[in-house]
């Protein structure tokens, strides 16, 4: 069955730095989401990604963040100078298209900034 | 705007007792999508199910089940005889794919975290 993987699992880093945590969603979906879930609340949606841009963003994705598909296949969310509360788990998700909306999700990254 | 409202924070049963995850949604829409996901400890999100606003049947999948209640906007989710494997974090979860934002994200509940004892 295909699935979305991201990479790494999980990541340290010291404050200050940049990350990029990537993934790869199912081959043939149009839409492309990264959610953040800080530890014990709920799952946020930080952005989503359609036709090569952003269609939508919340006010979480601010200019320390940024998206891209460089190749047709990853889907990267880079942080530019991680801050302490960024630490939080990561998912990305993708859906099929407009009929079919279920979201499919990664299994997550853990990003621990230290 | 759209919300989604968990009011159990956190449910203890027993291992076969029945138990009943609450989930109440806002949307002003009238095409809507509502989820469920399960997160064990091991932390990924797992689908369990998806209902469009214009389904009202309610479905059993084994000891799963789901009651949805556009009235009273409800999608409540039940768990018959619990076992052990079932303790995790439950949310609930709207999506609204005729927003015109075209973005389809989900909106989730703060999540019911499910104990289920020996």
């Known amino acids: 069955e295909p699935e979305v993987t991201q990479t790494p699992s999980h990541q340290v880093t010291q404050m200050g730095q940049e990350v990029i945590l990537r993934c790869v969603p199912i081959?043939?979906?149009?839409?492309f989401y990264w959610y953040r879930q800080i530890l014990g609340q709920k799952v946020e949606f930080l952005v989503s990604f359609y036709n090569n841009e952003i269609s939508e963003k919340s006010e979480i994705f601010d200019d320390q963040f940024s998206v891209e598909r460089p190749d047709g296949s990853n889907f990267t969310l880079k942080i530019r100078s991680t801050k302490l509360e960024d630490s939080a788990m990561y998912f990305c998700a993708s859906i099929p298209g407009v009929v079919n909306t279920e979201a499919f999700f990664g299994q997550g990254t853990r990003l621990t900034v230290v | 705007a759209q919300k989604v409202t968990q009011a159990q924070t956190e449910i203890s049963v027993v291992e076969k007792e029945d138990v009943t995850l609450d989930c109440v949604y806002e949307t002003r829409d009238t095409t809507y999508y509502l989820f469920w996901y399960k997160q064990p400890p091991s932390g990924e999100l797992v689908f369990l199910i998806r209902r469009n606003s214009f389904d009202e049947q309610n479905e059993i999948s084994g000891r799963y089940s789901w009651n949805f209640q556009k009235s009273t906007s409800s999608f409540n989710f039940t768990i018959t005889a619990s076992q052990v494997v079932d303790s995790a974090v439950y949310f609930c979860a709207l999506s609204d794919p005729y927003s015109g934002a075209g973005s389809y994200q989900l909106t989730f509940g703060k999540g019911t975290k499910l104990s289920v004892i020996p």
């Open positions: 081959s043939n979906h149009l839409y």
